[in-house]
């Protein structure tokens, strides 16, 4: 699919794909603004003062521009036409899908001294009679001529409802999300101003308030907005991603390198033809290591971002690597006879932003999240390695002392990484010659396919209910023993000294920190099950900080849940026929609904009994809410955005006090005292 889903991510793509033609123009040096809005109606408004999308008719179609842009795939002036020598969105296939996948899309065109208008219902031509999608259409091909506006105006926008019997209910774009989009291109594209608008109510939204975007929008009587220009580029970009103490400043290496690829082009009878022809990439990379131990790579093709990287970063890589062995040689901190360094020691610390440019890339998907264009392997690899060797041969101004810096600095990481490989085999060695059982305490099931599920449980009372409670047969149970270590502050050994810890990596048995292997994990799902309180929230949190830290690939692969065991039980004492003789509810809010719900029938009850925990539940009550796979309610534990988890956890679990009480102080009015647990 075009989009990649139907739910909210599908629709960031939709507004992607526009607003990346907007930044089209801009690449082109023929834009200077853009404006996005989102209206409270659930439309999304994308304005640029561009050039326009021609309005003129296309002679072998004889369909205005706009028309044959928005309707035809491949239609657009970026398929060997030459319109653009960079672009990252695609007129013809961005802009034609998400014309498909609206019912109402309007078009403006300021061009000509005239403003030219046309409207769409699901990629349809034709013409609304009022506002909305809703309203009254008429199929009707042609551009409508409207306002006069000055002659050297110029510019376009798009305004579409997405159409909502194709996205999933609850699907909407967030702001976050539209303010980190438009801060990146602003330092991608300098000099471009870029604006955004939520007109929409203002909405409680945990992920919203957690994005530093969010947060440091202006709010108005109208909604958020937030505007970005930057005008130090990616040099800037780096320098804001790394907040570290620098080893280096920021080093800038730029280039450019040409070849020839095979395209389809539109030939005199509207055939794509395959053509060669021969390309230009522009290569402009941006990088500083500091003290730290964390990587940050972004990637960028004509500005869009490339989520999982491609044959740009696939040559960044192998060219940091090549450049850096050889330069330990050179200074004789690589001996021969030892190994040498891998990608592992030489990204530590770095903070990098890739960023090229050049006509009809080939991406993998529409998405766009992997470049697949072979000649920028080759070409960014020898880019970065000239121009690095540079810089650390010390041919570059004042670069001798950062340079003997970053190569001291890989030469520790390498030995730290060797030194941990020897100690994993050590490790090893001990446990064959020792006992590779796992902890007595585990409660194990007998099977291990696609069904098998580990609850780790809260406390010996609890365990002893869910053992008659669970499905023996793709059910295991590890019980703790109350608050286990927060890790978030503790070291690396403290954490493997803690018992609790401990045994949970075991028993998943799939390792730890960069080690651990998704594959080998001996149970499809693991399941937090503690008690609905306030001691039970700090436990999950204290069991996802372990996860999230040492085994973040199987968080990662949607694999960890929390169970959501009842708050209340009601006992009826006359059930009507059909009607459950135990009804529970899982917040207090729920609790008034129903009491007041079985008021209004007339039926009687006893008086609600509150769970304090899991123990005062019996196997039938346990197995009914919390564990049977046909009557449960799981949470599943996602990571939407890794950068902004790490700053949560980060400020929620870690050692600096300070950050953590002005969060607390600043939502606190924000809390319902009635959902304190006292």
Known sequence: MYVGSTDGRGLAQCLGEIFDNAVDEALAGACTRIDVTLHADGSAEVCDNGRGIPVDNEPRTGLPGVELIMTRLHAGGKFGGGSYTASGGLHGVGASVVNALSARLDVWVEKAGYEWSMSFRRGIPGRFDGDGPAAPFTLRSGLDKGRKVARTATGTRVRFWPDRQIFVP????????????????????????ITVRDERPARADADEAADADAVAATDGPAGRSAEFRFAGGISEFCAHLSPGEPVTDVLRIAGSGRFTETVPVLDDAGHLTPTEVERQLDVDVALRWDAGYDTTVRSFVNV???????????????????TLNEQLKAARLLKAGEDPVIKEDVLEGLTAIISVRLPEPQFEGQTKEVLGTPAASKIVSQILAAELGNFLEGRVRGSKAQARAVLDKVVSAAKTRIAAREHREN????????TSALPAKLVDCRSADDRSELFIVEGDSALGTAKNARDSEFQALLPIRGKILNVQKASLSDMLKNAEC?????????????????????????????????????????????????????????????????LHRIELTSPRKGQAKYLYTYSDAELSRTLLELERKGQRFKDPQRYKGLGEMDAHQLAETTMDPRRRVLRRIRVEDAQAADSMFDLLMGTDVGPRREFIAAGATELDPSRIDA
């Open 170 to 193: 609850g699907a909407d774009w967030r702001f976050s999300w539209l303010a980190q989009l438009a801060r990146q291109t602003a330092y991608l594209v300098p000099g471009l101003t």
């Open 304 to 322: 869009i971002p490339t989520a999982k990287g491609g044959t740009h970063v696939t040559g960044f890589e192998r060219a940091l690597v090549r």
């Open 427 to 434: 490790q090893r060695r001990k446990s064959a010659l020792a």
């Open 502 to 566: 401990a045994a949970i990596i075991q028993v998943i048995g799939a390792g730890s920190g960069s080690a651990f292997d998704l594959d080998s994990a001996r149970y499809q799902r693991v399941i937090f099950m503690a008690d609905a309180d306030v001691d039970g929230a700090h436990i999950r949190t204290l069991l996802l900080t372990l996860f999230y830290r040492y085994m973040r690939p199987i968080v990662a692969a949607g694999r960890v849940f929390a169970a959501v065991p009842p």
